[in-house]
């Protein structure tokens, strides 16, 4: 299966400042990545994904950058508010082209009032 | 009920006990997946099925074992478990790419299982 690396760990900011997550994988067949949200006693839920065939895509106040070269994918989040203190999980998949995502080990992100 | 929901929430048994965790999806999609949660790996696939396919990693033991009786059902059968295997039990279902889907993972609330 895929080899998904995700740093840093944890990620303190204060509100209002920027976070930046950062994932790298290993099988540069791999084409769809995706980035789940769990808040604390919650469920994962998908916030944001990209397709290989794009370098960026942005939504409101998050967004996903892409370097298939270098195997990497990163989250951005800007102005950030406290609740965007959760787990942040980043995902490529199982192995190429398949639909089966596996996990990096997550960041949690905790916003300063 | 919609979406993905998960019986029994919490779950406590022996080693020598056998139970099983129930998943129901009532989004309509064609695979359905089992992770296992714990702080040691947070988010460890273990089982996918989809479209009659079954897709497993290898590190599962085979105290562990996963019956799809149609595409909207998922159980995991617990025999002789370990304390180790005391985690959260998320299930999940998509529509994958095959299936004109997008992939989005939509998760229940999960299944904590301790083993004492």
């Known amino acids: 299966g895929e080899n998904v690396e995700q740093h840093p760990s944890t990620l303190s900011v204060q509100e209002g400042d920027s976070a930046v997550i950062k994932c790298t994988y290993s099988?540069?067949?791999?084409?769809?990545f995706p980035w789940y949200k769990q808040e604390l006693g919650k469920r994962p839920q998908l916030i944001i994904d990209i397709r290989s065939n794009v370098g960026e895509k942005k939504d409101q106040r998050i967004a996903v950058t892409l370097n298939k070269t270098a195997k990497h994918f990163s989250l951005h989040i800007t102005e950030t508010q406290p609740e965007d203190s959760a787990v942040y999980f980043c995902a490529a998949p199982w192995g190429g082209g398949s639909y089966i995502p596996t996990f990096g080990r997550g960041t949690s992100l905790i916003v300063h009032p | 009920e919609t979406g993905v929901t998960q019986t029994p929430r919490h779950l406590v048994m022996g080693m020598t006990n056998k139970k099983s965790l129930k998943c129901e999806q009532h989004l309509g999609h064609n695979a359905m997946y089992w992770y296992k949660q714990s702080a040691k790996k947070p988010l460890e696939l273990m089982f996918v099925?989809?479209?009659?396919?079954?897709?497993e990693n290898n590190s599962v033991p085979s105290r562990f074992s996963p019956e799809c009786p149609n595409s909207s059902h998922l159980f995991l059968h617990l025999h002789t478990l370990q304390p180790e295997d005391s985690a959260l039990y998320l299930c999940?279902?998509?529509?994958?790419?095959?299936?004109?889907?997008?992939?989005?993972?939509?998760f229940g609330e999960g299944s904590r299982l301790t083993v004492l």
């Open positions: 099988d540069s067949a791999s084409n769809y």
């Open positions: 099925y989809s479209l009659e396919e079954r897709v």
């Open positions: 999940a279902s998509s529509q994958e790419w095959r299936g004109g889907g997008t992939g989005e993972l939509f």
